[in-house]
């Protein structure tokens, strides 16, 4: 089945560096891949995702790059705030459509 | 944000006891799904469903059971609960557009469950 790995479990930057967390997955099959922001205490949220036929994303200060041949997928936060401290998942999404293997997670701190 | 209800949002209980957590939809989202989450894990898929009474299996299903019997709950159940179900637990829906499977999940607040 799916397997995804995500690297850093933490980051830290200071306040208007650009932050960038990397994710690979196994099943070459997988095809949509959701990023997904958690604050403590909160739901899980969706920020950005991308679809295998695109190859970078961007909304504002986040952006998505995929790179189907290595099967590897980042999400980059540029001008960094406070506010972007959170835990930031990645996932991937089988061509079925059903499950979504989600990465263990990688915990922002931005430093004001 | 979607009209997702989780119920209750917080529960103790005992080993070995029953215990069954509500997810209540008002988005009429075909897809359902039932994910742990544990420090060190993300997010694990547990159950998911693709209609009414059509459920299958996800990555940590041992020990859970869950039924779909109308499109707007998915209810998750532990038959006999153990201290290695304390977790916290998130349902999510995704809707079905056609010539598209991959559509966002959404979730819900969480229910936290502590098995003692």
């Known amino acids: 089945g799916e397997n995804v790995e995500q690297h850093p479990s933490t980051l830290s930057v200071q306040e208007g560096d650009s932050a960038v967390i990397k994710c690979t997955y196994s099943d070459s099959a997988s095809n949509y891949f959701p990023w997904y922001k958690q604050e403590l205490g909160k739901r899980p949220q969706l920020i950005i995702d991308i679809r295998s036929n695109v190859g970078e994303k961007k909304d504002q200060r986040i952006a998505v790059t995929l790179n189907k041949t290595a099967k590897h997928f980042s999400l980059h936060i540029t001008e960094t705030q406070p506010e972007d401290s959170a835990v930031y998942f990645c996932?991937?999404?089988?061509?079925?459509?059903?499950?979504?293997?989600f990465g263990a997670g990688t915990r922002l701190f931005v430093k004001a | 944000d979607a009209g997702i209800t989780q119920s209750p949002r917080h529960k103790v209980t005992e080993t070995g006891t029953p215990v069954t957590l509500r997810c209540h939809q008002t988005?009429?989202?075909?897809?359902m799904y039932w994910y742990r989450q544990d420090p060190g894990h993300g997010l694990r898929l547990i159950h998911y469903s693709y209609g009414v009474k059509d459920t299958d299996k996800g990555e940590v299903s041992d020990g859970y059971s869950v039924s779909r019997s109308k499109t707007e709950d998915f209810l998750l159940t532990l038959e006999s609960a153990t201290s290695s179900q304390t977790s916290v637990y998130f349902c999510?829906?995704?809707?079905?557009?056609?010539?598209?499977?991959?559509?966002?999940?959404?979730f819900g607040d969480g229910t936290r469950l502590s098995i003692l």
């Open positions: 999510a829906i995704s809707e079905s557009r056609t010539g598209s499977s991959n559509q966002p999940q959404h």
């Open positions: 996932a991937a999404r089988d061509t079925g459509g059903f499950k979504t293997i």
């Open positions: 988005e009429n989202h075909r897809y």
